[in-house]
């Protein structure tokens, strides 16, 4: 049904598929109708709920009715079909059986009137949750019919169909109830999803990450030896921790001298000294949501299986070396075992007017020279394997 701009003013929405339609009939209409006709007739009468339509209604074919048309407002009425064979079956029952053959073209005044108050009384026992009220001639020209209709059985041999026709109009709007949570997070305590478990970060110089050799120890200066954070998705959680003191070495037994003092290449261009933030994280690891709530709201968690791991140093997503988390005076470092290869990329081909052979000859001199610097300084690294951004430049 489609819900109409009428004087009946409603926040609510109306059914606008037979499904719906069916439910709110059966519920507020079926059992309406049944109490009204044992009642009217003193007899226990079956009424089964046949089904809903809209405007043309299929089940009506075939049978002959009796129609009463109940005013309900100025322009709006209700109809009550009865069919023939029912009414004939009605009219045994209360007034007795006759010898004529029955048509409802020849019934009676007082036939005519008790059925006419049978479908009066009908009508005063589902009216009530119906709307009623005085709508404009646009309304009522777009309204729809809905027509219920019910199976009858008076008895084995009597049967017949009542049909209830009501304008769309008039069916309330179904009240849609706010919606309440029926579950919480206990009930998802043991699902796991994948995490990474981050120690900290630090500010490093692109030079310094080319220098960088096995048993370096890169200090975290962005870090807590009684936090770490959890990061899933778009979100980033910290969390207390105790920390283990296994992983405290100290500064004359680091493996390896301090980043800013063994970087003994100077600077050769500006891209040297560009900051970068580098990040020390592990792999994945699974927590359940019971142990992610509990995270939250502040619990101390033993990490201690984590520790065993391997930790990553990423520049901009990219893994540059891998190492084992250290601890030096209040802060994390990473001491590292093993610096990753980087791919080289392959040379960009240029399209350009000049003429070939000097270009080649350009190229030539050019890579032979710069060829020769990168095997003095680095076999591995490459700037462009860094998006960087640095309002300096």
Partial sequence: MTALKSEVNSTK??????????????????????????????????????????????????????????????????????????????????????????????????????????????????????????????????????????????????????????????IPPIEIPEYEENYDISDFQSAKIKVKLSAGSSKIKLNEIKTIEDGDVILLENSNINKMSILWDDNKVEFNIDPDPSLIISVDNNGGNEMEESSSVKSQNMWDSILVDIVAEFDNVKLTLGELKQISEGLVIDVGSVYENKIKLRVENQVVATGELVILNDRYGVRIDNIAKVKESEPKKEVTSVSAETKAENIEAVSTNEMQKNKETDKNFDYSDFEIEDESI
């Fill in 13 to 170: 929405i109306k059914p606008n598929d037979l499904f719906k339609d069916y439910f709110w009939f059966y519920s507020n209409i079926y059992e309406k109708v049944q109490s009204a006709v044992n009642e009217y007739f003193q007899k226990d009468i079956e009424l089964r709920f046949m089904g809903v339509s809209i405007d043309e209604n299929i089940l009506a074919y075939g049978d002959e009715y009796f129609v009463n048309h109940i005013p309900v407002s100025k322009n709006s009425v209700v109809k009550i079909k009865i069919s023939s064979d029912l009414v004939s079956s009605i009219l045994d029952v209360t007034l007795g059986g006759s010898d004529r053959a029955f048509a409802l073209k020849t019934m009676t005044d007082i036939e005519a009137m008790l059925m006419k108050s049978f479908t009066l009384f009908v009508y005063k026992n589902i009216e009530e949750p119906l709307i009623k009220a005085e709508l404009n001639k646009k309304v009522l020209e777009s309204a729809k019919e809905y027509s219920m209709t019910f199976y009858a059985k008076c008895s084995e041999k009597h049967a017949g169909k009542i049909i209830l026709t009501i304008p769309d109009y008039m």
